[in-house]
Every structure is written in C-alpha cells, then in structure tokens.
C-alpha cells in the first residue's frame, strides 16, 4: 500500500484555500494548513468594512472550520513561519516536516519610511483595517454629537484599494449628510493605471462629484500631522496608504530563487525539487511572459494549478503548465455604483457594482457554507 504523503500548505488566504479544496478526498494525502492568524481574511470586502458597511464576522471565517469542512482528515495549525528549508519549515511554535510543501503566504503593504505615522494606516492588515474603522466611525460620531466642526481624511494610493476606500467612506459620510463637515482627499501620482482611459476619467469624475478632492501629486513629507506636496499642504486627522505591496520579511532572506523580490516558480508554479508557490508570494505569468496583477483571481488559478501538479508528481503524472488569466476587474465606487471590464464589456454603475457584489457573495457564501 503507497504510504501517505505529508503535504504542507502555508496561508490560509486565496490561494491556500484554493489549493486546500483541490487536495480535498485525496486519501494518499495528509493535508495540514499552517497560518499566523486563525481566520480567512476577505480582503476584497476590507473597504466596506472600514466604510462601516460589514462588521468582523462578514469579513472573516475561522480557518479551523474552514479546513475541517473542506476535509475532516486535514489538519490547521496556527503558527507564524519563520524560515523555510528543503524538508521541513520553522516556525515560532515548532518545527514541521514535508513531503511536498506549497508556500501562499501572500504578501505585505509597502509601507516606505515616508509614510509611517501613527495616524496612517493600511487595510492588508485586519487589526490596522479595525483601527481605521474605528477612527472613521469616531468621526462619523463626533460630528453627529456636534463635537467637531470639520474633519481630514487622507487615501494616499491611487490603485483600486485606494479609490474603493475612499469612495466607500465618501459614500457613507454623504449618506449621512456630513459632506461639508467630512473631507476626503485621494493623493497620488497616477490613478487606477489598470483600467483604459475612459474608463479611468469616468472613475476620477464620478470620485469628484460624490466629494473626493482628487490631489494629482506625489506626497513629500508627512509631519505633524500634516501631509506635504510640491506647493501645497493639508492637515489630517487620519488616514489610509495603499500605495503598493512587498514581499513579507522571512521570503526575502530565503535562498529560493526570487524575481522583484516575489518567488520566481517555473511554468508549473514550481519553485524547488518538491516546493511548489501560489498566489501574490510567487511571480506569476500569464502564458505569453508578462507578469500577472496581484489578485485574488490569480491566487485562486494559481492555488488550484499548484496543487494539482504536488498531486501529479506524487503520481508520477506529467505536470501541467499554470495558464492563469485575468477574467475581468471590477471597482467599486460607492454606494451601489462600479466599474467593472471583462474581455470586451465593460459596465458600470448599478450593473457594475451587481457583478461585483455577486463576485464577492458567491465566494463567501461557498466557504460559508463549508464551516
Ligand atoms: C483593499 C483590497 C482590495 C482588494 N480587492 C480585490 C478585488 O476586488 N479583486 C481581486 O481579485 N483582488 C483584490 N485584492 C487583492 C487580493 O486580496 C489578494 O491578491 C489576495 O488576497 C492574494 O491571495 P493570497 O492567497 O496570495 O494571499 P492572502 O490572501 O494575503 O493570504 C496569505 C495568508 O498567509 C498568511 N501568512 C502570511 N505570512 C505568514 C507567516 N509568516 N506565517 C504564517 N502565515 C502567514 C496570512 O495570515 C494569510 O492568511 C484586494 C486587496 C486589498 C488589500
């Protein structure tokens, strides 16, 4: 009888999760998933959170469960990985052997020397997203109670993170009619590079017209409260960067081959002999070359191809190649407004926002629907 092989998924994000329902009734397989935090964090929905439109439990699923219910047999364990080496991975708790090992550890917010203040936070981390909820709804109170008579926020970051932040808060603040007593500045250099540009203007006007001022600069300094531009300065109370991501501290010092500091896997998502990579941890490709968006869309493709080849070579299969597409973004912008693009549609506005929505509800309610 074949002996069962051990096989190591490390993150529980998008792309662990993927890889986790692939390995799933595989009865050659003992399937253990090792993550720092006890919980899914859906990311996607990060910005109704902090905007007040989704409180902890509809951002979260207890990854225990989650992994349970995907398999009974597997097993999570949570723990912060520290080092990874050819059969076994370090971690603050202990140390634990593979057969073969799949690394989805995500990634971190770049967070350069110039942007760090105690008032700014960034949503890619859940306690820093919790924190900026609660100075948001602080505000929303404090001028509900007549405490306050007029409040900053800053969004440096002009990518979707960003703007859906910032167009979610907006929407709340006008909803609430504190438009002239909440401020909401989004400060970049270049906005959501990633959509055409018509779409891009039609965005940026419809940001302008719920209240966002729109500030076209590189930021220079931030003190005091204070954030700095070429000619122009502007007080905060608080705010929100989301002005790029980097690869977390421990896969920067690995010896595994590295490209822009990401994992560089080959055509088959492998990284080493029995190591395979996933996600917005590894350099995807698309099939001609060019590297892939850090998404969850191409976390999940990659999660499956990934753990579909760790199953093929403990068969002794021929490996497939990862042909991992970008199917369609989509903003929001709003209340009930987004832009989204897929292939050759584009939509926005109410049947944007209900594609979006429908993105977001089918993956929640199908994990959900698991623990
Ligand atoms: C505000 C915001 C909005 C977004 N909107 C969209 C969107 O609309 N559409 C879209 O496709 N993508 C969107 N994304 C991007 C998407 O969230 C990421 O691409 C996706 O989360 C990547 O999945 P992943 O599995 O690679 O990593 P993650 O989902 O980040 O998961 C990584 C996991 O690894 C764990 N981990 C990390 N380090 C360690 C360690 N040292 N030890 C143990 N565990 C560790 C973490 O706890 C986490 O559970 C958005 C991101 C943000 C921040």
Redesign the pocket.
Known sequence: MKSKKQVLV????????KALETFAHNDFLDVTL????RY??L??E??NLVALQLSLEDIIIPLDRLVQGIDKRFQFIQ????NIQETKVI?RGGEYCFDYLLV????QTFLPSLLKHEKLYE??NLSNALYLKQHFENTIVKHFQKEQQLSNIIVIGGG??GV??AAEMQNYINESNLKEEVKISLIADLFLTELDETSREKALDTLQDMGIHIIKKMVTKVQNNKVYFENETIAFDFGVV?VGLSA?D?IEKLYFPKEKNLLKVDAYLRLYKNIFA????ALLEDRDGKSLP??????EQS?VVAAENIMRCINNKPLIKADIKIYGL??ALGGKFAIATASFIKVDGLLGYLG?KAIEQYYKISLKLKI
């Open positions: 490390l993150g529980g994000g998008y792309g662990g999760i090792i993550d720092k935090n899914h964090y990311q996607t990060s910005y723990d912060e990985i520290i971690c989805a550890v995500g990634v949503v890619k979707s993170s859906e932040i989301a977390h421990f996933a996600g917005d941890c850090q998404t969850a869309q191409t976390a999660g989509a903003i979006k």
